[in-house]
């Protein structure tokens, strides 16, 4: 039996086309839910036309914390070895886990805990600094050693999997590719309210620039920099939303007549605003994978990143320095890149290679 475990919004958008996969070539899996993120979760499966999951181990409070994570995980290990039957019926099986979201890290001990193989997808990625991005890169590591198939994405990521056991895979691009060129394909199906003038996309969500008054009032004072030139739609995180609250930030932005401040969208809908943005200034590395795979100018709120894709070519890493911001910005044209395509689709490659699972 193949088990798909997932948590967040991000697993599940690089995960379905992998459940797409699998509905394709008519083979059956469970789908495992741990809980971590409910907010959209529902939509998106609509989205991809996935079924709802055949078990959820956490029905509380979406967890937006670090500290959240220590008690939502024991719950969850708890319980699943109260009903290890109910939620792993097969033995002789594969649990896929995805990415750097706590939610991977605790798919693979339940796996492991159920005596189960563990299939990484998005394995190798390394930042080679633990406390940047926290606590991505740290959860990482440790599900890297209970791996017993690596799913790389390029042959970094194969050389980072190198001294860890188990079989690796390399996948050419990121699953993320397949859902990007599914949303592509949909865009005059999608409704969503794009701005009669130029103007550009930003996202901003990763703990250490929220976590921090100080970082994310920065950032905050750059976008409100550069919206004297451009027109900014500002995509609001719940747990970004509530940090600009309580650092009395939010009141600020939303007076500002040149930032629009929008809610979290379905992935078709972002991908429609990124496909008509000029650029994106994100701190998500599954943004700078889109934007990469669409050629479209990114700027990366970040001082490091685990991901190659776009590095000096569409994507410019900010490393906090405002002057490098508004020199990509003021220069955004000459980042435009042609759209990258892939020859085979990445899920199916996964998919092929863990099919006498089924």
């Known amino acids: 039996m193949i088990y798909i475990t997932l948590g967040s919004k991000a697993q599940l958008i690089k995960m379905a086309p992998i459940m797409v996969e699998l509905n394709k070539q008519n083979i059956k899996y469970r789908f495992i839910f741990t809980g971590q993120h409910k907010e959209t979760i529902k939509e998106l499966i609509d989205v991809f036309g996935l079924r709802r999951p055949d078990y959820t181990l956490y029905k509380g409070k979406d967890i937006t914390q670090v500290f959240q994570?220590?008690?939502?995980?024991?719950k969850c290990l708890v319980h699943t070895a109260r009903n290890k039957k109910k939620i792993f019926p097969s033995k002789n099986g594969i649990v896929l886990v995805h990415g750097d979201a706590f939610s991977a890290l605790l798919g693979a001990m339940m796996a492991k805990m159920s005596g189960l193989k563990v299939g990484y997808v998005e394995a190798g990625l390394r930042s080679n600094d633990i406390w940047n991005p926290f606590p991505e890169e740290i959860t990482r590591r440790i599900v890297s050693r209970m791996v017993d198939y690596h799913f790389c994405q390029d042959e970094a990521a194969m050389n980072n999997s190198k001294k860890y056991g188990g079989k690796k895979i390399n996948t050419r691009h990121n699953t993320l590719y397949d859902a990007l060129m599914l949303a592509v394909r949909n865009q005059n199906k999608i409704n969503v309210d794009i701005p009669g003038e130029?103007?550009?996309?930003?996202?901003?969500?990763?703990?250490?620039?929220?976590?921090?008054?100080?970082?994310?009032?920065?950032?905050?004072r750059s976008m409100e920099e550069l919206s004297k030139n451009i027109r900014l739609l500002f995509i609001l995180h719940k747990p970004t939303r509530e940090r600009l609250k309580k650092y009395g930030i939010y009141g600020r932005i939303k007076k500002n007549p040149n930032i629009e401040l929008r809610p979290r969208y379905d992935y078709f809908r972002f991908i429609k605003l990124v496909w008509n943005a000029e650029f994106v200034i994100t701190d998500g590395g599954s943004n700078q994978e889109e934007c990469s795979y669409l050629g479209k100018p990114c700027l990366l709120m970040r001082s490091k990143t685990e991901r190659f894709e776009g590095l000096g070519k569409n994507t410019v890493i900010s490393n906090y320095n405002r002057n490098v911001l508004m020199d990509f910005v003021k220069n955004y044209?000459?980042?435009?890149?042609?759209?990258?395509?892939?020859?085979?689709s990445p899920s199916k490659i996964i998919v092929n290679a863990i099919a006498d699972f089924k």
């Not at 994570?69 to 024991?74: E, K, P, Y």
């Not at 042609?338 to 085979?344: E, G, Q, S």
């Open 69 to 74: 994570m220590a008690s939502w995980s024991v």
């Open 198 to 220: 130029k103007y550009g996309l930003v996202s901003i969500h990763r703990y250490e620039n929220i976590s921090s008054e100080k970082r994310l009032d920065e950032i905050v």
């Open 333 to 344: 044209h000459s980042f435009k890149q042609v759209k990258n395509h892939c020859k085979k």
